[in-house]
Nanobody, 126 residues
Framework: QVQLAESGGGLVQPGDSLRLSCAAF????????TAWFRQVPGKEYEFVAA????????YYGDSVKGRFIISREGAKKTVYLQMNSLKAGDSAVYYC???????????????????WGQGTQVTVSS
C-alpha cells in the first residue's frame, strides 16, 4: 500500500509561481511512476505531468509544457510540481497519483495509477 500526502496549493495571481509537493508513504517499487492530474468541476481529469522513478524520465501534458517542471527527491520519496507563469486556466484541484509498473503508453492515463492523494486546490486569479 502507498499513501500520498499533497501540499502546496493556494491562491495566486496570473504570472506567479507555485510548488506542489507529493510525499509517498509505504512500499514503492523501483519501476513506479508518479503523476499529477488536475480536475475542474464538471470536466474530465487532465494529465499534467509524470515522472518515472527509474531514471527520472519526465513527461508533460501539452497545456503545461515549458511552464511546469516535475521533479523527484528520492530519499524523501517526494515528487514536486513547480508551476511557473500560472494562468487562470490552470485553476483546478491538483491530484498526485502513484502507480507501480506504469508502462510508457499509459503514462498519461488516469487508470494506470493505483494510489491517489486527496487533492489540493490551486486558484489563479487577479
Amino acid at each position: 500500500q502507498v499513501q500520498l500526502a499533497e501540499s502546496g496549493g493556494g491562491l495566486v495571481q496570473p504570472g506567479d509561481s507555485l510548488r506542489l509537493s507529493c510525499a509517498a508513504f509505504g512500499s514503492t517499487a523501483i519501476n513506479s511512476a508518479t503523476a499529477w492530474f488536475r480536475q475542474v468541476p464538471g470536466k474530465e481529469y487532465e494529465f499534467v505531468a509524470a515522472i518515472r522513478w527509474m531514471g527520472d524520465r519526465k513527461y508533460y501534458g501539452d497545456s503545461v509544457k515549458g511552464r511546469f517542471i516535475i521533479s523527484r527527491e528520492g530519499a524523501k520519496k517526494t515528487v514536486y510540481l513547480q508551476m511557473n507563469s500560472l494562468k487562470a486556466g490552470d485553476s483546478a484541484v491538483y491530484y498526485c497519483a502513484h502507480g507501480n509498473g506504469v508502462i510508457l503508453s499509459s503514462i498519461g492515463n488516469k487508470s494506470a495509477y493505483n494510489y491517489w492523494g486527496q487533492g489540493t486546490q490551486v486558484t489563479v486569479s487577479s
